[in-house]
C-alpha cells in the first residue's frame, strides 16, 4: 500500500538507526498476493542483519519500526504500508508465542526461499538447504512451460486429505494431485475404478482447504469423460467449481483428443496422462511398462504431441522406459512428469503414502521411500496405549482443575 519502495527504504533506516548493523540488502522482488487476491503487487525486499539482540528484543524494535513508518493495522493478509518478517537466524531455531524462527512458511513462500538464499552467508549449513529452493512458484497453467524452459525439475505429489494437505501448505512443492488413486491407498479399492466424480469433489475440497494458495490438480475419475465431449466439459467444470482446482488430469491420447480440447476451450487447464493407464486396467495385462515394444512406443510419442497441440499444461509418464521419457521430454516444449519413467523426466510424481512408507508391503521399484511412518505411528499408538494402561496419562498437566 503507497509507496512501497519508499517504505521498504525508510524501513531499512530505520533498522539503522537502531543501531543494527546491516551487513547484505537484496534487489526489491515483485510477488503476487496470496490469500487476498484483489490487493496490489507486493514488493518485497531483504536484509541480513548482526545483532546482539534477542529474537524476542527484535521482535518489539521491529514492531516500533512497523509504526514508526506508518503502518496501520487493517483486515489480517491485506494491504499494509510495511511488514517486517523475521525468517532465519544463525543461530537455528526460536519458538514461543510471539515467533517462530525459521518461519513455518519460509519454504512455501517464493519470496523468503529466494531472498533468503541469496542472504545466507557462504558457509552456513543452511545455505544448500535453501539454494535448491531459489525458484519460481507453479501459479498458473503457463507457469509449467516456464518451469521447463527455465531447466527447473518439478516436484509433484497426490494429496487426500486435509491434514496432510497442511503440512504440504509449509513445504515447497511445486504442485498437487488430488488423484483417484485414492481408490487404492484411501478406500482400500484393487483399482481406481470405483471412484466416482463425488469422492473427487469431497476429497478435492478437503485439500483446498488445507492448501488455500497451492496450485491443485485433480483427476477425472472412470467414465467421467469416456461418453461425450458434453459429459467431459460437464464434469470437469463441476470439478473445478465445485473443489477449487486449478486444473483437471484425464488419462489418454487420441482416444479422447475431442473430450481435451472441448474441456480446454471452456477455460479449463489440463494435464495429461500417457503410459500406464490404471482406468484402462481391464485392457492391459496388469500394472506393467508401457512403451516398450516399437508399436507402443510410437504411439506415445503420437499422442504426446497431440496433447501439446491440443494445449495440454503437462503431461504425466507412468511407467514408461527411462529412454522413452527422455525422447519425449527433448519433442515436448511442455513438461512431461513422470512416475516409473527414469530420471530424465521434467519433473517427478509420487503417491504420498509410498513416499512417506504408510504400506511396507507395498514397495514398487519406481518409490523411494523418504520415511517409515508406518512405524513411526504404530511406535506412537503402542506408546498411548502404555500410558493408558498404566494411568501415566493423561498427567496433572493434561487435565483440567
Not at 97 to 106: A, S, T
Request: net charge neutral; hydrophobic share 35%.
Amino acid at each position: 500500500m503507497g509507496d512501497c519502495k519508499k517504505y521498504l527504504a525508510e524501513a531499512q533506516q530505520k533498522i539503522q538507526n537502531e543501531n543494527i548493523n546491516i551487513i547484505a540488502t537484496t534487489e526489491v522482488l515483485r510477488t503476487n498476493p496470496k490469500h487476498i487476491k484483489t490487493q496490489n503487487i507486493f514488493y518485497n525486499s531483504g536484509v541480513l542483519i548482526e545483532t546482539n539482540l534477542f529474537p524476542e528484543n527484535l521482535l518489539d524494535i521491529l514492531k516500533n519500526i512497523e509504526a514508526k513508518t506508518g503502518r496501520i493495522h487493517r483486515v489480517r493478509y491485506g494491504p499494509r504500508e510495511i511488514d517486517i518478517d523475521i525468517v532465519w537466524w544463525s543461530h537455528g531455531e526460536y519458538h514461543n508465542n510471539r515467533l517462530e524462527i525459521p518461519h513455518k512458511y519460509n519454504f512455501s513462500r517464493e519470496w523468503v526461499r529466494c531472498l533468503t538464499a541469496e542472504l545466507i552467508p557462504e558457509n552456513h549449513i543452511d545455505k544448500k538447504k535453501y539454494t535448491h529452493m531459489k525458484y519460481k512458484s507453479i501459479e498458473s497453467g503457463e507457469d509449467f512451460k516456464k518451469k521447463k524452459a527455465a531447466k527447473e525439475k518439478i516436484s509433484m505429489v497426490t494429496v487426500y486429505d486435509y491434514s496432510t494437505a497442511l503440512i504440504l501448505s509449509r513445504s515447497s512443492i511445486d504442485t498437487v494431485l488430488v488423484g483417484d488413486s485414492l481408490g487404492n491407498v484411501f478406500q482400500g479399492q484393487k483399482s481406481t475404478l470405483p471412484v466416482t466424480l463425488e469422492n473427487m469433489i469431497y476429497h478435492g475440497k478437503a485439500v483446498r482447504r488445507g492448501l488455500p494458495d497451492a496450485f491443485i490438480v485433480i483427476d477425472m475419475p472412470f467414465l467421467s469423460y469416456h461418453t461425450s465431449v458434453h459429459d467431459a466439459v460437464q464434469n470437469a467444470g463441476k470439478l473445478v467449481q465445485e473443489t477449487g482446482a486449478n486444473c483437471i488430469k484425464l488419462e489418454g491420447g487420441s482416444e479422447f483428443i475431442n473430450e481435451i480440447q472441448g474441456i480446454i476451450r471452456a477455460g479449463i487447464p489440463v494435464m495429461g496422462h500417457l503410459g500406464l493407464q490404471p482406468q484402462s486396467i481391464l485392457h492391459l495385462d496388469g500394472y506393467r511398462v508401457q512403451g516398450r515394444n516399437p508399436e507402443a512406443k510410437n504411439k506415445i510419442i503420437h499422442d504426446a504431441l497431440l496433447l501439446e497441440k491440443a494445449g495440454v499444461v503437462a503431461i504425466i509418464a507412468e511407467m514408461i522406459p527411462a529412454d522413452l521419457a527422455k525422447e519425449l521430454s527433448e519433442k515436448l516444449t511442455i513438461p512431461v512428469i513422470g512416475i516409473g519413467a527414469g530420471s530424465e523426466a521434467d519433473g517427478q510424481i509420487l503417491v504420498i503414502n509410498d513416499l512417506l512408507g504408510f504400506n511396507p508391503d507395498f514397495t514398487p521399484k519406481f518409490v523411494r521411500t523418504y520415511s517409515n511412518m508406518s512405524q513411526i505411528i504404530l511406535d506412537a499408538i503402542e506408546n498411548y496405549n502404555s500410558d493408558v494402561r498404566s494411568g501415566n496419562f493423561p498427567s496433572d498437566s493434561e487435565s483440567f482443575k
